[in-house]
């Protein structure tokens, strides 16, 4: 029998090659072994290469942090078991006690807590801009040591869009990194990186892994910032299950074809609404009513598969409207195969008070939809029908 070119992959690494497996296998191990103490050394000064420990990496994970490297065109990349884990590690790691940071107004509800509530206990402050203040930007930057910028683009759940290269331009020169968080956008739609931005976050739970069955987090972009946020990920402990990353994979293999569904669909669903006289607003980047349409047009490939839109009602027709959707179903998170609806004010914002959702910009009436990759049109006869309920 012809004998495989090629030394032998040593050590753990052997079960972990696939050199016979379609799929990237599953390594579900905690510990990994040494034959030697002289193999243990070689491993601490990089010179053999392997794994120690499963907190500091896994063969099946790092498959992951490759992929999302090559599709964001990073140098490296750091998955976690969320993508809130991935930001506030992110943070805890690149912001120093007594340090600054400049965020946007609308975003993810619990980022918004840990900078507001966990950050100052470190004597972080932070300032909040509107996604389209640059002056605000600006501003920040002269009254503080500002160490990073952090937004998500597009926003969650207004979909706002923030001009990359005109941030990247002010924060450079005072050497402050730019955190993009791509979740709704998706490697597919935008590349932050190549736009300006020094590291790129992404909710993996959502569009790249797309099925709504694991939790996962990414951060990718420059080498030296993964570095020191990976550090700080090996003593936190956020650590991405192996057989979550096989479902991540997974995913990953039918991204384009997902996004580009859900794009298509999202157009046709945004344009239809706009047009309907039981909605009141439509958040769409794709809708050259929406305030950041130039912006998502120079940046974007694709527009999302997500619209938020405003029932022609109060909260309690809002609700009516929701329940009478027979395709989505009602449910938090985003990017899945199957469509979700929700009504922020009461999945996310309900414990906050009226006057409280007024102040963060939440309006009762907003529904959020994700679409899936059902057909356009009958997703869109389900809305039709529901619209009648108002």
Request: aromatic share 6%.
């Amino acid at each position: 029998m012809p004998q495989p070119s090629g030394d032998p992959i040593p050590g753990p690494l052997a079960c972990a090659s696939g050199i016979h497996s379609l799929t990237t296998p599953i390594v579900q191990t905690a510990t990994y072994t040494f034959r030697d103490t002289a193999e243990l050394i070689a491993y601490q000064e990089g010179r053999f290469g392997s794994y120690e420990y499963g907190r500091y990496g896994n063969p099946t994970t790092r498959a992951c942090e490759e992929k999302i490297r090559a599709l964001e065109g990073a140098e490296d990349c750091l998955v976690s078991a969320s993508g809130m884990n991935s930001a506030t590690t992110m943070l805890l790691a690149l912001v120093p006690a007594g340090g600054h940071i400049v965020t946007t107004t609308d975003c993810y509800r619990r980022t918004r807590q840990f900078i507001a509530t966990l950050l100052p206990k470190m004597g972080i402050g932070a300032t909040v801009i509107d996604p389209s203040d640059l002056g605000g930007l600006a501003a920040a930057l002269d009254a503080h040591p500002v160490s990073l910028f952090f937004s998500e683009s597009p926003t969650n759940p207004y979909l706002r869009c923030v001009d990359v290269p005109a941030i990247k331009a002010l924060c450079a020169p005072r050497g402050a990194a730019v955190v993009i968080d791509s979740t709704i956008a998706t490697p597919i739609n935008q590349r932050a990186l190549a736009l300006g931005a020094d590291l790129v976050l992404h909710s993996a739970t959502k569009y790249l892994a797309g099925h709504n069955d694991v939790l996962a987090g990414a951060l990718a972009g420059r080498g030296d910032l993964v570095a020191a946020v990976r550090a700080m990920h090996n003593v936190l402990g956020g650590v991405m299950d192996p057989h979550a990353a096989y479902l991540l994979l997974r995913g990953m293999k039918t991204l384009d074809l997902r996004v580009a569904r859900a794009n298509a669909t999202a157009a046709t669903l945004a344009a239809r609404l706009e047009e309907h006289p039981r909605v009141a607003r439509v958040h769409y980047p794709g809708l050259t009513s929406h305030p950041d349409h130039a912006i998502a047009a120079a940046q974007m490939d694709g527009f999302g598969g997500m619209v938020s839109f405003e029932v022609a009602g109060d909260l309690w027709a809002t609700a009516r409207f929701v329940d009478a959707c027979r395709l989505p179903y009602i449910a938090p998170s985003m990017g899945g195969v199957e469509s979700l609806i929700e009504q922020p004010t009461i999945v996310s914002y309900w414990d906050q008070g009226p006057e409280e959702r007024a102040r963060l910009g939440i309006r009762d009436s907003l529904v959020r939809f994700s679409c899936g990759v059902e057909a356009a049109e009958d997703i869109w006869a389900d809305l039709a029908q529901a619209l009648e309920a108002v």
